[in-house]
């Protein structure tokens, strides 16, 4: 094809990309958030048949965002608080396109100078506001199970290497490995172990509010002197409460243990001064993970996977053959995930960040606290319903005066659409789980949330 026509292609599918979306934001603020059509709806919108001949890109693009309007679930929303999903700045919107325009396969530093050096400032402008470790290794991952999962996967070839075993023998060639967590452990953890080779995590107990038990891990601990790994929590998906990390660490560092954190959504909080007394002692633990497209609010998909020791984190993920180009005293970004080839993630961080700076990063985070308190302040003026969570962070579990009421007001506000929240169970009880994850959640958005949840109780008939 002729580059002048190769040009003008990609100029006639951007453009239409851009107005269709562009079309998707400005009605993202008053459109149902739910999607009109479930998957056999937009099946029947689609081609069946690949077409024998091509397509113009234009049309292509166009046909692309017609079908598929009617199936888009409104995550965007200032009132989306399902699976705790931010949306995404402006800025870094912006810059994810650019990621996807420039096509740089960010694996390596040498083939990729721009994007790489960018990942490189934005990892270190995490871990300061993060308040974790500066020479901690950072690598972006798809989302928190695959952080969690590189992490896992470093703090288990460390314990092999203590134990005098060989970590490229696998695990059949060292001692048996104890994987430990508090008893409201994040599923992504323990899939994470699994896929990590660990098994799923032997739960030591937790509190009312999902907190680890650290008596419980105490004595799960001396009850076996075989290597350990523990993983703890901050922010709960139901409460979100932190575990107690300094007496929880110390307790796993008497042990000899590897102490891993799940952050996907909590560990921002060290970002704020009025909230990072939620994880007071978190930065003494050997590895974390967290999400930027929740908290940090930039687009799907970014996991962030941080192991204090980089060399220990390059020997677990690193990769080696004679094609790659590779500097033997610095490590490649694919040296701190489980993948070669991966889109440059880090951009539209360092794009949120530098739209942020730190003070718009702590008022980010308490504003997201702040209308989750908000919110609970709402639905306790609600007869009938009741708050039955901590409100410490961004998450609210909202619950009638039985399970079925519970249940209905969830389908209720999900089929009326002006709020989408996710139910769930907890400690025994149906609830409706409000995430707070947007930085657009202002006032306006609370009340007409608090609104909805009052109309669908009315319409239920659900009353003290």
Known sequence: MHDDTMRQQYRDALEVAHRRALEWLDTMDERPIRPELDVDGILERLPHDLPEDGADAAAVVEQLAEASGPGLMAMGSSRFYGFVIGGAYPASLGADWLVS??????????????????????????????????????????????????????????????????????????????????????????????????????????????????????????????PAIVALQAGDVHSGAFDDFTAAIAVARSAGAWVHVDGAFGLWAAASPRLQHLTAGVADADSWATDAHKTLNVPYDCGVAIVRDEAAMTAALGAHAAYLPAVASISDPYDRVTELSRRARGVPVWAALRTLGRRGAARLVEGLADAAATLAEGFRGIPGLEVVNDVVFTQVCLAARDDAETAALGEWLRAEGTVWASSSTWRGRTVVRFAVSNFSTGAEAVRRTVDAVARGAAALGIRD
Do not use: K, Y
Request: hydrophobic share 45%; net charge negative.
């Open 101 to 226: 325009a420039w096509d740089q396969n960010t694996g390596s530093r040498q083939p990729t100078p721009a994007t790489a050096a960018i990942e490189e400032v934005a990892a270190a402008w995490l871990l300061d506001l993060l308040g974790l470790p500066a020479a901690s290794g950072l690598g972006f991952t798809t989302g928190a199970t695959m952080a969690n999962t590189s992490c896992l996967i470093v703090g288990r070839d460390t314990q092999l290497r203590r134990a005098g075993a060989d970590p490229l023998a696998g695990l059949q060639g060292g001692p048996r490995l104890r994987f430990l967590a508090g008893g409201a452990v994040h599923t992504s953890v323990v899939l994470a172990g699994r896929l990590a080779g660990l098994g799923e995590p032997v739960t030591v107990g937790a509190d009312g509010e999902g907190c680890i038990d650290v008596a419980g891990l105490e004595r799960e601990l001396a009850a076996d002197d075989a």
